[in-house]
């Protein structure tokens, strides 16, 4: 089983930026399609970026411009840069493959906090 660990969370200013990152525990990280989910409180956990093994990236709308997923195989790591970040982006983040119907393959982490606020 692949375990996931999320870092880089935390509290900043709207219009601010922070990195995330996901580690996993395993190299058979870098022939799954990873993503990053997030859980605002009194919501549904959603996909918000998603990248596939070769590189190609797609966002949700409400992301879109201001996320960048990346990843770097070698380290088994999967990155989120936000920017121009909003109150609304608010939630705990969390790292996964999603499968086709963006249900997640691994177990989930433990997310880490982002904030966004004044």
């Known amino acids: 089983q692949v375990q996931l660990v999320e870092t880089g969370g935390g509290l900043v200013q709207p219009g601010g930026s922070l990195r995330l990152s996901c580690a996993a525990s395993?190299?058979?990280?870098?022939?799954?399609?990873l993503g990053w989910y997030r859980q605002a409180p009194g919501k549904q956990r959603e996909l918000v970026a998603r990248?596939?093994?070769?590189?190609?990236?797609n966002y949700a709308d409400s992301v879109q411009g201001r996320f960048t997923i990346s990843r770097d195989n070698g380290k088994s790591t999967v990155y989120l840069q936000m920017n121009s970040l909003k109150p609304e982006d608010t939630a705990v983040y969390y790292c996964?493959?999603?499968?086709?119907?963006?249900?997640?393959?691994?177990?989930w982490g433990q997310g880490t906090q982002v904030t966004v606020s004044s």
């Open positions: 996964n493959a999603p499968s086709q119907n963006d249900s997640p393959i691994f177990s």
């Open positions: 395993r190299s058979v990280f870098r022939f799954y399609t």
């Open positions: 990248i596939t093994s070769t590189g190609t990236t």
